[in-house]
């Protein structure tokens, strides 16, 4: 799919500080509608952190995130409120490494909650959208389930459903198999696969090295809260520039000019 002309997202010399803690030292890039973005990079590069900034669960120290031009930080130089970034944050859907589904609701009703609360649309139209959700996911057949009853793989096949109902302009994955067995982490990417293939915008921090090659539009490499290497994956997995995406790659098994 062609991408806009206009980012959907764009970040702008982006930083963020704990204390003394610098994890993020400037970032900037561009996602266009359309498109998918893979951030790869050992633990402690800054990727979870970047995600949550421009989600903002988390507020930057310095540099802004803009969503279709507009800011998630300011607005006529002040810092924007909570009801702005909640207005905003509408229309970025997160999906966590866990799950955090309602326990005492089924299936069904964990998919139609924020559409009913949030987006203020009546039960019977919650209730459409959540099951169309839950057919995009392949679970309709445990919308009456408790997530007890579920597989690791299905709850977060529902917090994927859970995330489009709210009809997101752009889908953001915080490492979403990172606690899946082999089996289970398989079924959760052929959904992504599958978003990815309907046009879907996404952004996505991941350890799973074949899934960013074969899915992504673009691939950034993170490396001590700084992008170290970016470009299309053929390129990032198939002749890195810089010795520290060598040594990552190497690391993760993916051998060079082949699929993982």
């Known amino acids: 799919m062609a991408a806009a002309a206009t980012p959907c997202i764009r970040v702008v010399d982006l930083h963020k500080r704990f204390d003394e803690l610098e994890v993020l030292k400037g970032v ?3 996602v266009h509608r359309g498109t998918v973005l893979s951030m790869i990079g050992a633990s402690g590069s800054g990727k979870s952190t970047l995600l949550r900034c421009i989600n903002r669960l988390e507020a930057p120290t310095a540099g802004d995130v803009l969503f279709e031009g507009q800011s998630l930080v300011q607005a006529n130089g002040r810092a924007l409120g909570y009801n702005e970034i909640n207005r905003l944050r509408r229309d970025l859907g997160m999906v966590f490494q866990q799950f955090n589904l309602w326990p005492h609701m089924t299936v069904l009703q964990n998919v139609m909650e924020a559409p009913r609360h949030v987006r203020n649309m009546d039960k019977a139209k919650a209730r459409e959208v959540a099951e169309a959700c839950l057919r995009r996911v392949h679970l309709w057949d445990k919308a009456g389930a408790y997530p007890a009853r579920l597989s690791g793989g299905q709850q977060q096949r529902v917090a994927i459903a859970r995330a489009l109902a709210m009809q997101p302009k752009v889908m ?3 490492e979403p198999t990172s606690s899946l067995d082999p089996e289970l982490t398989e079924e959760v990417l052929a959904v992504m696969r599958e978003l990815a293939r309907d ?8 350890h799973e090295m074949g899934f960013a090659r074969e899915v992504s539009d673009h691939v950034m490499f993170l490396h001590n809260g700084l992008v170290e290497e970016q470009g299309p994956p ?3 997995f198939g002749a890195p520039q810089s010795e520290r995406l060598r040594q990552f790659l190497s690391r993760t098994n993916v051998q060079q000019g082949s699929r993982a």
């Open 28 to 30: 900037s890039f561009e």
């Open 172 to 174: 953001l994955f915080d």
């Open 199 to 206: 046009g879907t915008t996404m952004i996505v921090v991941t």
């Open 234 to 236: 053929e390129r990032v």
